[in-house]
């Protein structure tokens, strides 16, 4: 062969993944590409010459030469499995060898060459995934589970105490029953599918659901994983599995799904769900031709009955309003409560602007009915806008945006009125841009300060951390609700450098009340979706620690659970790297999201705060107790830490106390406060058990 072939050959092999290599009869490589050498760990000037005896134990030396010789007896290809080496670092590694014999021009055997694979973490894998497997049956074995044996048409042969138990028959009764007498006949016919594709293809059914109607009448789910019994021809004669009685469970996602995409407090459905049910509204409209109407209401002094009368108040008159809409409109009309006190109301099949008018009129009469309240009546008004599709908007986005701004109009009005959508509220986009103007110099001109809230130990009664809370004070616009900015700041990415100084500033502060000789607590910092996503995020919380000095394991950032749902596999890369980090992970407004609870598990997180929603509704709501209970067991399998925030009362803080939860925040202890008077808190509490 030319020098060039052989160039360009020896170029070919060094470039394959596999490890190729030749050596004599004696099993001395004469020839090893790149992969090979990496393989053994041997630089190509040393292993050629090197002997299959020089990088084996004696073991795998007399496996590799009876494997070889093997190939030279027979001059069949062989493969070597689990052949272990010896690298020249003395680390072993497992390999997979495909041999071959290299003959001379008359046919005579002058020495072998062949592939070789590492398989070590292959191999490592397998052994895992066995001692997985061994686990798993382990557990299996000793659960009390229902267990039964099926003939091919379905009648039970055998079956243990627990499915007796399950479906309220005796063992004499349940042989020879077939699933006609415990399920519906839809069910029915779901489960002869089910058994016809385990007989069909042999492969076994694992955790199937369905619903099973009991000997007493009662209705219950069960879960089944199923397999083929064959005979020992290998001939199937029916069916065994496993059963497991999911009732609660059922009902217990049941209530997740429903708080997913409802109200708590209300019980109206939700910003989330309201949106998808308007996204189905618009493309039904859009297909027949149909005109809607969208109903955005703000309620008109709440606010002053939140701060005088307190949030019980507040909540009760929220509630009063949803049972009011609900009265008021349509069983096909759609409510929901968007937050705070904001409603809105889809109206649909519109064929006269008279009927709009007419509801809105209804609607806010309806709600300026007075409110009995601790037995005084108050007045809360409304302030309504309406935008039409299509000729206010063709999506979601646009839609809920004219009607916003007409409500804005309505309370420019002089409040309690409504105001439908035209061109001449347009100006209003030029209001909210200035809003935003105004924001991106309160950095520069120090209108932003920090107030923190204490965070309290149920245990022992210590204040165990505080949370850093933005707040914004501006000249012409005076004090500004952080619902009202922090949206603003979000979608215009000032939030990026807004966060990056709330990040040094409270750690700066953190470490100034241990400067005064006060206790160490933690300090927890909100971080926004926009933050997560930001490619400095790391850096910038970085460059707080250090300018700081404080240790990582004071600082707590709070990420609210619905922004970590909404982009769970980058997030979760993000979350990896702040733990590096040292810095402690806690899931804000737990239990608002149904997935949360199904995908916590994949969290690097230390500790979750319940949703303030939830709480509010406890201990008076049966379902919020039950659910919260539920939140608080999850906590503790999960070995995290479990916060209630928002407890106001004393009815609250009793009821997380008796529910095992471990920390509360909310104004039952403190509302949040300047510095100094956290340092005040700091010297003067006396920690006692709550």
Same mark, same amino acid.
């Given at each position: ?36 050498c ?14 299959y ?7 795998n ?6 494997a070889?010789n ?6 069949d ?12 670092d ?9 041999a ?8 005579k ?13 292959r191999?490592q894998m ?6 997985s ?8 074995d ?12 379905g ?27 415990y ?5 029915v ?31 219950g789910?069960?879960e089944i994983?199923?397999?083929l ?6 001939k ?7 059963a ?8 217990f996602?049941?209530q ?7 109200d708590?407090l ?19 409209a ?12 703000d ?7 939140n ?5 019980e ?25 968007l ?14 602007? &008279?009927?709009?008018? #007419? %509801?809105a009129? *209804?609607? !806010? ?7 009995? /309240?601790?037995?005084? @009546? ?10 039409i599709y ?33 061109? &001449?509220?347009?100006? #209003? %986009?030029?209001? *909210?841009? !200035? ?7 309160? /950095?520069?001109?120090? @209108? ?22 933005l707040?914004w004070?501006n ?8 619902l009202?900015?922090?949206?603003v ?43 997560l ?25 709070e ?15 993000v979350l ?15 239990g ?17 705060k ?23 067991e999850?906590?503790?399998?999960l070995?995290?830490t ?8 004393p009815?609250?803080?009793?009821f ?5 939860c ?29």
């Amino acid at each position: 062969m030319a020098r060039a072939e052989l160039n360009e050959y020896d170029s070919i092999i060094n470039n394959i993944q596999d490890g190729y290599f030749e050596t004599d009869l004696a099993g001395s490589f004469t020839y090893a590409n790149v992969a090979a050498c990496e393989i053994c760990g041997y630089p190509k000037d040393e292993i050629i010459g090197l002997n299959y005896r020089q990088y084996t134990d004696a073991t795998n030396g007399k496996k590799a030469f009876s494997a070889f010789n093997k190939i030279y007896k027979s001059g069949d290809a062989g493969k070597l499995i689990n052949y272990e080496i010896v690298r020249k670092d003395g680390t072993r590694r497992q390999v997979e060898i495909s041999a071959s014999l290299i003959l001379d021009r008359s046919g005579k055997p002058v020495g072998f060459r062949g592939t070789t694979r590492d398989i070590t973490n292959r191999r490592q894998m397998e052994e895992n995934l066995q001692r997985s497997e061994e686990r798993y049956r382990t557990i299996i074995d000793n659960i009390e589970d229902a267990y039964f044996e099926v003939d091919l048409k379905g009648k039970f042969t055998f079956v243990n105490d627990a499915l007796c138990e399950s479906l309220g028959y005796f063992w004499d009764e349940l042989i020879g029953m077939d699933h006609r007498h415990y399920a519906e006949e839809s069910t029915v016919r779901e489960l002869f599918a089910l058994f016809n594709r385990v007989y069909r293809t042999g492969a076994p059914v694992k955790a199937y659901s369905f619903e099973l109607s009991r000997k007493d009448g009662r209705k219950g789910f069960c879960e089944i994983s199923v397999t083929l019994i064959r005979d020992k021809q290998g001939k199937p004669v029916g069916f065994r599995g496993i059963a497991r009685d999911v009732t609660e469970r059922k009902q217990f996602e049941e209530q997740i799904r429903h708080l997913a995409t409802h109200d708590t407090l209300t019980g109206l459905i939700n910003s989330f769900m309201f949106r998808e049910l308007l996204q189905e509204n618009i493309d039904y409209a859009h297909r027949y031709g149909k005109r809607f109407a969208l109903f955005f209401m703000d309620l008109d002094g709440f606010k002053i009955i939140n701060d005088t009368l307190g949030h019980e108040a507040g909540d009760q008159v929220l509630v009063e309003c949803a049972a009011r809409l609900r009265r008021t409109l349509r069983a096909s009309d759609c409510i929901a409560r968007l937050g705070g006190d904001e409603f809105v109301m889809l109206l649909r099949d519109v064929s006269r602007l &008279e009927e709009v008018t #007419l %509801l809105a009129d *209804k609607i !806010l009469s309806t709600i300026r009915e007075p409110v009995d /309240l601790g037995g005084s @009546e108050y007045v809360v008004t409304g302030s309504m806008g309406i935008s039409i599709y299509p000729q206010d908007g063709e999506d979601v986005h646009t839609l809920m945006k004219t009607a916003d701004l007409a409500m804005y109009s309505a309370k420019e009005k002089g409040k309690d009125n409504f105001q439908i959508f035209s061109p &001449e509220v347009k100006p #209003l %986009l030029h209001e *909210k841009s !200035l809003f935003g103007e105004l924001l991106r110099f309160a /950095l520069e001109r120090n @209108e932003l300060f920090l107030e923190y809230q204490p965070r309290l130990n149920l245990k022992t009664g210590a204040i165990s951390g505080v949370e850093a809370l933005l707040r914004w004070r501006n000249p012409t616009l005076g004090s500004v609700a952080p619902l009202q900015f922090i949206p603003v700041a979000e979608s215009t990415g000032q939030i990026i450098p807004i966060g990056r100084w709330v990040l040094q500033k409270a750690c700066l502060q953190n470490v100034a009340w241990q400067r005064q000789g006060l206790a160490r607590v933690s300090i927890s910092v909100n971080i926004s979706q926009r933050q997560l996503l930001d490619e400095q995020l790391i850096g910038d919380i970085e460059d707080a620690l250090a300018e700081s000095g404080l240790d990582p394991e004071l600082l707590e950032l709070e990420i609210a659970e619905r922004t970590i749902l909404s982009n769970l596999p980058r997030i979760i890369d993000v979350l990896k790297g702040i733990k590096d980090i040292g810095v402690q992970l806690v899931v804000d407004d737990f239990g608002s999201g149904y997935s949360s609870l199904s995908q916590i598990r994949y969290f690097p997180i230390d500790s979750f705060k319940v949703d303030r929603s939830l709480i509010s509704g406890a201990p008076a709501n049966e379902i919020s107790k039950v659910v919260i209970r539920a939140i608080f067991e999850i906590g503790k399998l999960l070995d995290l830490t479990v916060v209630s925030e928002g407890v106001e009362t004393p009815e609250q803080l009793a009821f997380v106390r008796a529910s095992s939860c471990d920390l509360m925040q909310g104004f039952y202890f403190s509302k949040p406060v300047s510095p100094d008077e956290i340092a005040a808190l700091l010297r003067e509490h006396v920690p006692r058990p709550l």
